[in-house]
């Protein structure tokens, strides 16, 4: 077994104490400058701040490396808290990129002055609009598309919709590329609202659906929950009530979905009412190679709502079933197919919700759903068909309801 190795900053304070300033100040810098960017990145501001600032004295005011660190400084100031005094050294590094003729440098440097001077209140679209200038979207695409996105949505706030749409396509053009998902997302989800304030909702419904497909749910549940309550603001905005009502019970069954998000999903559902919006309402709307997304979603959504939530979904989807005899085969086939990508836990409670939902049904409307399970199960492989049927003979010999579902 080998002994584990310190932390970086251990080391690099050893070299500082190897290399005293007053006989090896370039030396001396150089570690103070790595010594400031690991204390950074541990959360260590105020003792990273002080390291950088010695190595940018010792580094000189004609060296790159001083540029590089005092933008490191500005980095560490606006990390604990202080954008005021970080724009000042971002505004240093960006002269000092610029006089060594280095542009992608140089608009780093300005992407960073603009974000701090977004969050002083401050004009930030000149500062976002080099930057995206400077970095060359074939060398750096990464940060070539978070200067666009960050440029659309200063645009965006300044009231100009259309120059933003125009810059947060090629955001996310630039994020797609560089297979930046995140980045994608977050350029979707602000393209969406600027087709809004352009008053164009069916160009935002589709940026908001490539903003929540860019937003997994299971990996960035509130980019996604923010994606889907935009969603159904657009659908709204569109005349589609039913999709509207749908997304926005999405939105709010997303695990601590932000305020925002639950603020903006409850207002579509207050203006709309009580209506049209469960799974088979969307469905009946949607082609049928769509369906087994759309299930899939719902079904999650499910999974994770209270008890009581559960129990009426489930029962509104029986109820729907019996409601549909031409579509009915295919839709429980679907429906089927959903729980099998679910989570074992995940599946049982829903069949235990089904089999519940059947209790005080009519004898020929609890055979019409057996019979409709059973031959659902059979459309899958012989692994897949057993589990499922098992899983409900199992759970109905426990809970109540048809004992062969063959």
């Given at each position: 077994?080998?002994?584990?190795?310190?932390?970086?900053?251990?080391?690099?304070?050893?070299?500082?104490?190897r290399y005293p300033a007053?006989?090896?100040?370039?030396?001396?810098?150089?570690a103070s400058f790595h010594l400031g960017c690991?204390?950074?990145?541990?959360?260590?501001?105020?003792?990273a701040e002080r390291a950088l600032a010695v190595a940018a004295e010792l580094f000189g005011p004609d060296r790159v490396e001083r540029a590089k660190a005092v933008n490191a400084r500005g980095a560490a100031l606006r990390a604990a808290g202080a954008p005021g005094a970080a724009a000042d050294y971002f505004q240093q590094a960006?002269?000092?990129?610029?006089?060594?003729?280095?542009?992608?440098?140089?608009?780093?440097?300005?992407?960073?002055?603009?974000?701090?001077?977004?969050?002083?209140?401050?004009?930030?679209?000149d500062c976002f609009r080099q930057a995206r200038t400077l970095l060359d979207a074939d060398r750096v695409p990464g940060p070539a598309a978070a200067a666009a996105r960050e440029l659309g949505a200063a645009l965006l706030t300044a009231g100009d919709a259309e120059a933003a749409a125009r810059v947060l396509a090629d955001a996310g053009a630039l994020a797609e590329c560089g297979r930046d998902l995140a980045g994608l997302g977050a350029s979707l989800n602000t393209l969406g609202l600027a087709r809004l304030a352009q008053g164009a909702p069916r160009e935002a419904v589709e940026a908001f659906l490539g903003a929540a497909g860019a937003h997994p749910r299971s990996v960035r549940p509130e980019g996604h929950a923010m994606a889907v309550a935009n969603l159904a603001l657009a659908y709204e905005r569109s005349g589609e009530p039913v999709r509207a009502r749908f997304a926005a019970r999405q939105a709010l069954g997303v695990p601590g979905a932000p305020a925002p998000v639950r603020s903006t999903a409850d207002a579509v559902l207050q203006r709309l009412g009580r209506g049209p919006g469960d799974l088979l309402d969307v469905l009946d709307l949607e082609p049928a190679e769509q369906w087994p997304q759309v299930v899939r979603e719902e079904l999650v959504r499910w999974s994770d709502a209270p008890p009581a939530d559960r129990a009426a979904a489930v029962d509104a989807f029986v109820d729907g079933v019996v409601a549909r005899p031409a579509t009915a085969a295919d839709l429980v086939a679907t429906w089927l197919g959903g729980l099998l990508e679910l989570p074992p836990a995940s599946m049982t409670a829903l069949v235990i919700a089904t089999l519940r939902a059947l209790r005080d049904r009519p004898a020929d409307q609890v055979e019409r759903v057996r019979s409709l399970v059973a031959r659902g199960c059979a459309r899958y492989h012989i692994p897949q068909m057993d589990r499922l049927t098992r899983t409900f003979e199992a759970l109905a010999a426990e809970h109540g309801g048809p004992r062969s579902w063959r």
């Amino acid at each position: 077994m080998t002994a584990a190795s310190p932390p970086p900053f251990v080391e690099l304070a050893a070299r500082l104490a190897r290399y005293p300033a007053d006989h090896y100040p370039i030396q001396h810098a150089t570690a103070s400058f790595h010594l400031g960017c690991a204390l950074t990145e541990a959360g260590r501001f105020a003792e990273a701040e002080r390291a950088l600032a010695v190595a940018a004295e010792l580094f000189g005011p004609d060296r790159v490396e001083r540029a590089k660190a005092v933008n490191a400084r500005g980095a560490a100031l606006r990390a604990a808290g202080a954008p005021g005094a970080a724009a000042d050294y971002f505004q240093q590094a960006a002269a000092g990129f610029a006089a060594a003729g280095l542009p992608l440098e140089r608009g780093a440097a300005l992407f960073n002055l603009g974000l701090v001077r977004r969050e002083l209140g401050a004009d930030a679209i000149d500062c976002f609009r080099q930057a995206r200038t400077l970095l060359d979207a074939d060398r750096v695409p990464g940060p070539a598309a978070a200067a666009a996105r960050e440029l659309g949505a200063a645009l965006l706030t300044a009231g100009d919709a259309e120059a933003a749409a125009r810059v947060l396509a090629d955001a996310g053009a630039l994020a797609e590329c560089g297979r930046d998902l995140a980045g994608l997302g977050a350029s979707l989800n602000t393209l969406g609202l600027a087709r809004l304030a352009q008053g164009a909702p069916r160009e935002a419904v589709e940026a908001f659906l490539g903003a929540a497909g860019a937003h997994p749910r299971s990996v960035r549940p509130e980019g996604h929950a923010m994606a889907v309550a935009n969603l159904a603001l657009a659908y709204e905005r569109s005349g589609e009530p039913v999709r509207a009502r749908f997304a926005a019970r999405q939105a709010l069954g997303v695990p601590g979905a932000p305020a925002p998000v639950r603020s903006t999903a409850d207002a579509v559902l207050q203006r709309l009412g009580r209506g049209p919006g469960d799974l088979l309402d969307v469905l009946d709307l949607e082609p049928a190679e769509q369906w087994p997304q759309v299930v899939r979603e719902e079904l999650v959504r499910w999974s994770d709502a209270p008890p009581a939530d559960r129990a009426a979904a489930v029962d509104a989807f029986v109820d729907g079933v019996v409601a549909r005899p031409a579509t009915a085969a295919d839709l429980v086939a679907t429906w089927l197919g959903g729980l099998l990508e679910l989570p074992p836990a995940s599946m049982t409670a829903l069949v235990i919700a089904t089999l519940r939902a059947l209790r005080d049904r009519p004898a020929d409307q609890v055979e019409r759903v057996r019979s409709l399970v059973a031959r659902g199960c059979a459309r899958y492989h012989i692994p897949q068909m057993d589990r499922l049927t098992r899983t409900f003979e199992a759970l109905a010999a426990e809970h109540g309801g048809p004992r062969s579902w063959r």
